[in-house]
């Protein structure tokens, strides 16, 4: 999966080819198909392991007294470091996928039902913080998980744009 991982972020969905995955991973195009079907299924295996780390942060999240500082915590947690090449990847193939789900019906179904867990678990971030007097009762949950996952995913594209950018100031 990291090798498929390197693969869309160098080359795209559509120029990743299974034998260049292969050929990232040392392994034959028949190992590869003994547990992946094809691409797709690649990209299902890379987005469930996304998610269950993105999980695995908001439960540490909600475990926290202060919601709002956890989240951004969160959100600065790679303030002041400099830009990881592997971060930096992950993040170009993001938006690869962001971009194939609008042409390939297949990956906007793993899109949207990643970015539908996604949203679910900031609804339940939110709905916390809201309990707890943290955050602002008048948020609706969901409109507000919505906006924060495209903030989130536009705070990718700011090295990409400018590799010059001051990352600790823009999460400031």
Do not use: W
Not at 49 to 62: I, K, P, Q
Not at 103 to 124: E, F, H, Q, T
């Amino acid at each position: 999966l990291g090798a498929a991982a390197r693969c869309i972020a160098r080359d795209g969905f559509r120029g990743a080819s299974i034998a260049g995955i292969c050929a990232e991973a040392g392994i034959s195009p028949g190992h590869l198909y003994h547990y992946f079907a094809s691409k797709e299924e690649i990209l299902t295996a890379l987005t469930a392991m996304g998610l269950e780390r993105a999980s695995a942060r908001f439960t540490d999240m909600m475990q926290s007294e202060n919601a709002l500082g956890a989240l951004i915590g969160e959100i600065g947690r790679h303030k002041g470091k400099k830009a990881d090449p592997q971060q930096r990847a992950m993040s170009r193939m993001v938006l690869e996928m962001l971009v194939e789900a609008d042409r390939n019906p297949a990956i906007g179904r793993i899109v949207r039902k990643n970015s539908a867990a996604l949203c679910g678990l900031l609804v339940d971030f939110i709905e916390t913080g809201q309990r707890r007097g943290q955050i602002d009762p008048g948020l609706d949950p969901a409109v507000t998980a919505g906006m924060l996952l495209s903030v989130i995913d536009g705070m990718r594209t700011l090295t990409i744009r400018d590799p010059n950018a001051d990352m600790s100031r823009s999460l400031d």
